[in-house]
């Protein structure tokens, strides 16, 4: 059984950056993405960016593009988002999710998720 579970979130200022981390258990990972998604209130839940494990292939949403980066440490197996340059409207719960072979962007498509983690920025 997969899991996943996040941490890093917190309150930041507008322009400062924060780290999440997914840590990954339950099986092995070089077939899988791994991906970040991210829901306001109100709002459906949207794709930031995901990773394909063997070979670290990355893809971003177009509103995290050049501020936000996505990385993998195999030997933790964890997955990182690094976000800088942050705004308001990136306040949201984060989520990492995994699923096999191939990135994409629609969350159904993930079979697996954390439970979430909170990330506020003030202006």
């Known amino acids: 059984q997969v899991q996943l579970v996040e941490s890093g979130g917190g309150l930041v200022q507008a322009g400062g950056s924060l780290r999440l981390s997914c840590a990954a258990s339950?099986?092995?990972?070089?077939?899988?993405?791994v991906g970040w998604f991210r829901q306001a209130p109100g709002k459906e839940r949207e794709f930031v960016a995901a990773?394909?494990?063997?070979?670290?292939?990355?893809y971003y949403s177009d509103s995290v593009k050049g501020r936000f980066t996505i990385s993998r440490d195999s030997a933790k197996n964890t997955v990182y988002l690094q976000m800088n340059r942050l705004k308001p409207e990136d306040t949201a719960v984060y989520y990492c999710?995994?699923?096999?072979?191939?990135?994409?962007?629609?969350?159904?498509?993930?079979?697996?998720w954390g439970q979430g983690t909170q990330v506020t920025v003030s202006s």
């Open positions: 339950g099986r092995t990972f070089s077939s899988y993405v």
């Open positions: 999710a995994a699923r096999i072979l191939t990135i994409q962007t629609e969350w159904n498509e993930y079979d697996y």
């Open positions: 990773i394909k494990w063997s070979g670290g292939y990355t």
